[in-house]
């Protein structure tokens, strides 16, 4: 067996055996040379054995180095979101939809990853972002900061930091970058770069007291501040009201303007980083971006989220597809020579499911994995880990035994074509979810008793229909099953079995030769 090339013979640090073998390629030689480093939570319990059990695999695994990394995250992809996703795209293609093949069904290496947290069954996207990008279980609604910290206790993050994969690579000396289809400053993204006891505090409004706790800097005046390395060269999404102060009207909106109080214009502070530093707002600033240069790109397309992919024609001023930020990405981190790490989420998936809302979920599915196909075209298997997973599930499920081909938004229809009923005598979605705010639609006023609603005669693969939910609840929950991991391209390898969520960062720091063993 070739052992692994990122095992470095002068460092008895580095994870996996440590007989140094030739570098098969220039890719490799670059990834080997890194020096890695132990980050601040080294010691933290999580983090320790999620580090052993790589290290463990990388030691029985021939493992290659990769130059570069591609996280992809599908906020609330759980397995009934991809089978359900995987069945829509091959039917609004017109084709077998069961059958059907996403791009990230083509990565070799499976696996399923653990999503709970510290103090939690069911998690967050906060939590589990932090999982992902620093090694740690932490405690729900948490950013950064290991279980020391407690949700809205400012005290209490100090000194129990992360240091995070895109930290060590800015330090490093590799490009970094961020997308998402949410804020920019939402829990996923934000896990990148923020520590902070709460994922709410996006601006300095939102600590709910006239002033910000001392020591508590806002989540967006992290992301301008943040001085790891020469800081991203790509951060593109929504959240732009967290940028803006309150004097400041919105680029789109007429009546618009920031939500900042305390008077810094972040977007400008970023401008004036370098010459190379540039904010863009629309499609028409994406278009007129020469991504294969040395510019700094912060995008914010909307004043919170960017549109379903369902809506986002309709925007008038326009905002690019999550295809294209990540095609747009990959050009401008792949200048660097020394390689990059990229985070790309489809963050919207989750929001239509809290609203239960099946055609946006799954259509924001397809959307996400045409950016997973744009990766793997501009990418190579030899030099770049790519992994695609999700931060949590959601509670849709899939029932019924209708027949092949059934529209997957449509009735449970049985095979001579009669619609399949429950016991109550209506038909019923092959979709439907555990709970959420469309419980009881067949109530008759505010206070009638909770029934089903009689969908004979109701379009359900409108794009507005929400599917039937169970318990009432204001907003759909999360779900605490395993999800999904998806790898290819080197350090793949050690993709397998069920995992803790957080070796997902041990993987990618393995791999990427960025991150020393624990001693």
Known sequence: MRLTALCLAASALVLGACAPSEPNNVAEAQAASRSPVLPQQSSDPYYRQAADAVAARAEARDVRPAKNVILFVGDGMGISTITAGRIYAGQKRGVDGESYQLAMDTFPKVALSKTYAHDGQVSDSASTATAMVSGVKSNVRTLGVTTEATFGNCASAQGNGTDTLFELAERAGLATGILSTARITHATPAATYAESPSRDWEDNTSFRTEEPP??????????????????????????????????????????????????????????????????????????????????????????????????????????????????????????????????????????????????????????????????????????????????????????????????????????????????????????????????????????????????????????????????????????????????????????????????????????????????
Not at 218 to 238: H, K, P, R, T, Y
Not at 241 to 265: A, K, N, Q, W, Y
Not at 456 to 483: C, K, N, W
């Open 214 to 519: 001392v020591d508590c800097p806002d989540i967006a005046s992290q992301l301008v501040n943040w001085d790891a390395g020469d800081g991203f060269e790509i951060a593109m999404g929504g959240g732009r009201r967290h940028f803006l102060t309150t004097d400041m009207s919105d680029p789109e909106l007429e009546d618009g303007t920031g939500r900042r109080t305390d008077g810094r214009d972040l977007a400008g502070e970023w401008t004036r980083k370098s010459n190379d530093h540039r904010v863009i707002y629309s499609q028409a600033g994406f278009d007129a971006t020469n991504f294969d240069s040395d510019t700094k790109v912060l995008g914010l397309f909307e004043p919170s989220h960017l549109n379903y992919e369902l809506d986002r024609p309709n925007d008038e001023m326009g905002e690019p597809s999550l295809a294209e930020l990540t095609r747009a990405a990959i050009t401008r981190l792949s200048r660097d020579e020394d390689g990059y790490v990229l985070m790309v989420e489809g963050g919207r998936i989750d929001h239509a499911h809290h609203g239960t809302n099946a055609a946006r979920a799954l259509e924001d599915t397809d959307a996400f994995d045409r950016a997973i196909a744009a990766a793997l075209e501009m990418t190579s298997a030899e030099d770049t880990l790519i992994i695609v997973t999700a931060d949590h599930s959601h509670t849709m499920t899939i029932a019924g035994y209708q027949k092949r081909n059934n529209p997957i938004l449509g009735l449970a229809v049985l095979g001579t074509g009669e619609p399949m009923r429950g016991a109550d005598g209506m038909p019923y979605t092959t979709l439907s979810y555990a709970n959420g705010g469309s419980a009881c639609a067949g109530r008759e006023g505010p206070e009638g008793p909770c029934v089903r609603a009689d969908l004979s005669d109701i379009d359900t693969t409108e794009s507005d229909y929400r599917q039937a939910a169970l318990v009432p609840m204001f907003s759909e929950t999360h779900a605490g099953e395993d999800v999904a991991i998806f790898a290819r391209g080197p350090g793949s390898e050690l993709v397998s079995g069920v995992m803790e969520q957080n070796e997902i960062f041990h993987v990618m720091g393995h791999a990427s030769g960025l991150v020393a063993r624990s001693e």
